[in-house]
């Protein structure tokens, strides 16, 4: 359904996603092989032109690839100096900005997607913030997009490290 990228980890990788087994892809590759890799794939109820909270899972691993790279968020000048990255779909490159990350519980609130803009979602989108492990004073608003990207901590099962960014720009591809 994509490409996502994020300079200054090994993220450069094609997101993927499938209605009928939503965990596919946690151990197959794009091209539908067996991979214990797996590949960056999204959550079955999202759609990347329209859901308000788009999930991402990867595996992390601990070579760094796949997902395993978004712990260097971790470290706040590691956020710093990589806060922007772009997810491409066949129409559209989306421009998102890194607001917060947490260990999340899984299951939990930052996985739920069809919020209408309002109250509600402002609501969930200030627990992100609020719940950051670093406080990067981006507040985004009820309107905007929000993009998580979630992967195992190597710590505690009943959680996933969740990283969480909005939606700051789109541009159209053009189709030659």
Request: charged share 25%; aromatic share 14%; proline share 3%.
């Amino acid at each position: 359904i994509g490409w996502i990228s994020i300079p200054g980890t090994r993220i450069d990788y094609p997101v993927m996603q499938t209605k009928d087994d939503p965990d596919f892809y946690l151990k197959h590759a794009f091209d539908k092989s067996y991979s214990n890799y797996g590949v960056p794939y999204a959550a079955e109820n999202c759609d990347a032109d329209i859901s308000d909270n788009m999930v991402l899972y990867g595996h992390h691993m601990n070579n760094g690839s796949m997902f395993g790279s978004l712990n260097k968020y971790k470290d706040e000048g590691f956020w710093k100096k990589n806060q922007y990255f772009t997810v491409y779909t066949e129409s559209t490159a989306y421009r998102y900005q890194i607001f917060s990350y947490e260990d999340a519980v899984v299951g939990g609130n930052v996985y739920k997607v069809g919020y209408q803009p309002g109250e509600e979602y402002q609501t969930f989108i200030d627990e992100m913030v609020k719940n950051s492990d670093f406080d990067t004073g981006i507040r985004p608003k009820s309107r905007n997009k929000i993009l998580t990207l979630s992967t195992c901590t190597d710590h505690d099962s009943s959680k996933r490290f969740a990283v969480h960014a909005v939606c700051i720009d789109t541009q159209k591809i053009s189709e030659e």
